[in-house]
């Protein structure tokens, strides 16, 4: 093998190694992203909700004071 096909080949394995190493990382920011998205907009509306019922029947269960002694 010559040195300029020793070099093709170099070259031709370090771009698929690149390609494969960006296809992952690609794959892998989609993934955290529709994780967040999900969060966003499944699980976080659903603890507001919660989170204000809780408020809600916190405060009409309060031990009322009388307005004057």
């Given at each position: 093998?010559?040195?300029?096909?020793?070099?093709?080949?170099?070259?031709?394995?370090?771009?698929?190694?690149?390609?494969?190493?960006?296809?992952?990382?690609?794959?892998?920011?989609g993934?955290?992203?529709?994780?967040?998205s999900?969060?966003?907009?499944?699980v976080?509306?659903l603890?507001?909700?919660?989170?204000?019922?809780?408020?809600?029947?916190?405060?009409?269960?309060?031990?009322?004071?009388?307005?004057?002694?």
């Open positions: 093998m010559t040195v300029l096909g020793s070099r093709v080949l170099t070259g031709s394995i370090l771009a698929a190694i690149g390609l494969i190493t960006v296809r992952v990382l690609m794959a892998l920011f993934a955290i992203m529709g994780f967040m999900f969060v966003l907009f499944t976080l509306p603890v507001l909700v919660a989170f204000l019922a809780y408020k809600l029947l916190k405060y009409l269960t309060r031990e009322k004071k009388p307005a004057y002694e």
